[in-house]
């Protein structure tokens, strides 16, 4: 299993991933994501669900209209491993 990120890491880990934030009630990182409609939000959903299928690591996401909010955390583990943080750094690059 993933081990957990101590507080360090988790600041180190976060640094480059703009927009994500750490959720310290739920061990969990967060973004928002806008687009310009359903249809785009839904497109990068399909493209996030391939992804982490792939990965065999999932977010907790929700979504209305055009907006999708995703939370990650390893819930294995108990929170934040490099597994949310490989998953945080291949969805910011589907969102481009
Ligand atoms: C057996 C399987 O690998 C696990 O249940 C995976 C699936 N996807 C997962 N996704 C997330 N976010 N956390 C997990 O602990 C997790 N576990």
Redesign the pocket.
Known sequence: MASLLDDAAREVALAPLSGWTYDGAAKAIRRQFRFKDFSEAFAFMTRVALAAEKA???PDWSNGYNRVEIA?????AGGLTERDIALATAIDAIAL
Do not use: A, C, F, V
């Not at 990650?72 to 294995?76: A, K, Q, V």
């Open positions: 065999g690591h999932h990650l955390s390893t819930h294995d």
